[in-house]
């Protein structure tokens, strides 16, 4: 009992990053229907811009409590991320959007290439340790170990879900965003600037990215230049499964894919009496996006894509 | 290729081979020996230092002056990169056989090696690793493969053995990477225990880019292990410590010579305490001209980084074999090579029928305060 | 095909041009060897080899307009049947002739399976779909070592058997006519013919029936539907025959390394044909053979690079490994943005590409296709 606990309370950490980097590929793909595949890699350059100004204060100010440096490196971080999401959607994506759609598309890979080895010649090849800054109290609930920073990641990312929610369904931005992704020609006629709606959904997944960057390296303790890479694939997977574009969607998706991982690997060894193992541990986010694909295209929330070609 | 860009291209390689092959007129022969490793990419320094050590070798045998066959020889080192990659150390394997060598010290990586003896063997010219550790490498039956290292059977055989009678493990568990090296050492390890009758209790998987194992090691604890054995490299070694403290599972966490790097301290910080990993091969120290390579080593190249010494016995190795045979000619040498008995800076050197060192040692080491300290020579 | 200035007189006789070109094929592997040495034969086989990938993936993608992110799961299975059926994996010896027909078989049921659920899908969701089974077939061959050893896991396959042809062993070449053929020397010759003959099926596809229903699909789904075209089975070719296509390349991967392992077929494998054909200009064949040339001898090229740093500056600064991975993501980007038709673009294509925006529009619009 207690190790399924402890599953559960591991599926519904990692469930909760999964969701929040989800929140950027449903938001763009929300109003401009394109895999932002380099939303990932935004993620990675969070994380790794927290890490150095991190270094920084460390190196200047040693007496400053650890909660405070990370906060730093985070305030540094979702701008830098911003201004990042902005360029990448200024530079690669907005001189193709009456392109063919295979276009943009190979762009979003190459852009994804781009920023992964531009911080590999910036930040090195080697894994960047994050140091141990934050409170790391330990406690044993129904038998599962649970400690601060997962408390605390899972709070914030219910809180910044909750916020982002908000924002799209109750503010007037959040109205011209959902007029945007309904139909860019209307919006534009009621007078919506829609060049500036989607500059902005960029700018707010890729601040969200960044904060998701930075619980991810200070949970595992660690940043690597390929570390978006896989995150991003499954983050994705995790808002197709909730329903793409939706909100609310990319939170269920996430904690779910979270969970299924968690005890996929946890479990398949002894359900299948050996026969497969956590090797396939990676296996189950794209099975599981595959079987959504496939049999409800429209995930477990998304209203049915209509046909409109 | 249009015609006049090809004949272009041509003039420039004549004039850049044509350079290269002048000077040779003293009266020596000269032999070639190639040396390969990655000299780019992640695993530079590594390469770079096998490639020091070789040349430091081969300079201190020209110095003293070799004689063959009545002539005086001199040896020339061409070094070449292989990137690491499997398809890349078989071009350049082609490249070194162009180039005219009798015997290469090389490949780095058990990956790359592996490809490149094939093209060795068919060459018919000595192969000898100072690095690559993967079984599969002597076990193709080639004459002319050699390494100077222990193999990963053996060392997960150590450690497998250190593990039961070091440690007292009753109930283990066992992590792999999926990679060839971490499987092939997981591998071993697993059998080493089994006959020594340890239960084993599970045998998880993780991946070369992972970060998250709550899942396998809450699967882990779940079973009671005591220790965790991870066939892996220290990226994911690193976390892997941290995450069993903080699951609460009070298992010792063994690992091979992908753990066994500073890194691996930055990486798990204070959990790292504790952690037990080997390393093939004597520590430095250890080793009985260990000191006085070192001296030479760093008073030429800066520190030693891991294999340099390996390469360096690697070369003196060859060119005894060179001298028993009082030529050149691989055949020869291969032959030779199999009788060798050579005491180098890294202990004594003698190959069994495949080409693996007879009785190579292991050390295993543990954190101590933050720092690797040697827990057990295993001879 | 524009004109090469200074060689209009081969224009005027296409015999003369056709009997030059065969003649510096053929010549090839020895200028190469002899002016830079057997390892650029290598390179060279190399090249042959990808060119045939890029064909392959060129029907998927160029034609069929079906963006494919796990081509190199076809390559991987093509090599993989091979090691199975001539190597001391499982014992058996089977000649070159057998195998290869039937790697390309499997590869090529294996495209037809893995198509089939993802037939409705569009755009980017195949893609994503497309690199999920490629991560999916890696994975699975990274693990078969147990319960039942069928691809030895992470360890590889090794000692592959060469190929033989009438008893010709490519591994112990024969003296010929007083020349010395270095296998690397036989393999381009074999590697040589494979690719002409995917040229010759790939200019005659596109001209054929089924390659203008496929250019109909990439056009516009619903227009082909309503055109009486079978949806399905024209996309299920398409992943068919650019599988068939990868299977072979992989069984000739096999017969020439000798030694396979899953860490050759990664994903980065496929975004590299992607990028050749990108780069080339897709839907065209001539564009597959100039990328895939390019993107195979641009990092034995670059190599130099590092020595060029090493000897200038003393040291490395900037790998040329790290700076290749980088270069090609900007090529990607840039050559959407400035080129999209690649470098040498088809006819069709650029006037596709250059498509009102309304067309454009549409196409984008819509997410799935109408049930296939």
Known sequence: MDILAQQLVNGLVLGSIYALVALGYTMVYGILELINFAHGEVTMIG???????????LGVFPQLPGLVVVLG??????????LLGFGIEKVAYRPLRHAPRLAPLITAIGMSIVLQNAAMLVWGRQYVSFPPLLPQGRYVILGAQITDLQIFIVLLSFTIMGGLWLLVERSRL??????????????????VNVDRIVSLTFIVGSGLAAVAGVMVSAYYGLAHYYMGFMLGLKAFSAAVLGGIGNIVGAMLGGLLLGIIEALGAGYIGDLTGGFLGSHYQDVFAFFVLITVLVFRPSGLLGERVANRA | MNAHKWFASMLLVGILTGCGQKGDDTGETVIRIGS???????????????????????????AKGLVLAGKPVRLELLAEDDQAEPKTATIVADKLLDAGVVAVIGHLNSGTTIPASKRYHDAGIPQISPSATAVAYTAQGFANAFRVMANDAQQGQALGRFAVHGLGAKKVAIIDDRTAYGQGLADEFERAVRAAGVEVVAREFTSDKATDFAAILTNIKGKGAQLVFFGGMDPQGGPMARQMKRLGLN??????????????????????EGVVASSPGLPLEAMPGGKAFKAKFEARYGPIQVYAPYAYDAVYVLVEAMKRANSAAPAKVVAALRQTDYQGVTGPLRFDAKGDTLGGAVTVYGVKNGAWSVLEVIQ | MRRLPGLDFLHARPGLAFALLAALLIALPFLVGSGLGNSWVRVLDFVLLYMLMAIG???VVGYAGLLDLGYIAFYALGAYVYAWLASPHFGLHLPFWVILPLGATFAGLFGVLLGTPVLRLRGDYLAIVTLGFGEIIRIFMNNLNAPFNLTNGPQGINLIDPVRIAGLSFAEPPRFLGLDLPPTYLYYYLFLAFTLLAIGVAMRLQDSR?????????????????????LRNTKLLAFAMGAVFGGVAGGLFAAFQGFISPESFSLWESILVLCMIVLGGMGNVAGALLGAALLTILPEALRYLGDLQRTVLGQVVVEPTDLRMLLFGVALVSMMLFRPTGLLSSRQHRREWAAEDGVAEQERASLYDSRA
């Open chain 1, 73 to 82: 490196g985070v305030l540094v971080a979702i701008p830098a991320c911003m």
């Open chain 3, 210 to 230: 089924v390659g203008r229903a496929w250019a109909a699909l990439r056009e516009d789904e619903v227009a082909a539907a309503a055109m009486g075209i079978n």
């Open chain 1, 47 to 57: 994380a790794m811009v927290a890490l150095t100004v991190i270094g920084a204060l």
């Open chain 2, 251 to 272: 298992a010792t966490l063994v690992g091979g010579d992908g753990m066994q790097t500073i890194n691996f301290l930055k990486l798990a910080g204070a959990d790292a």
């Open chain 2, 36 to 62: 390969v490793s990655p000299l780019t990419g992640p695993q530079t320094h590594i390469g770079k230092d096998n490639e020091n050590g070789a040349r430091l070798a081969v300079d201190e045998i020209n």
């Open chain 3, 57 to 59: 993936l060129n029907i």
């Open chain 1, 174 to 191: 959040g109205r011209a965003m959902r007029a945007t992704a309904q139909s860019r020609e209307v919006a534009q006629l009621m007078g």
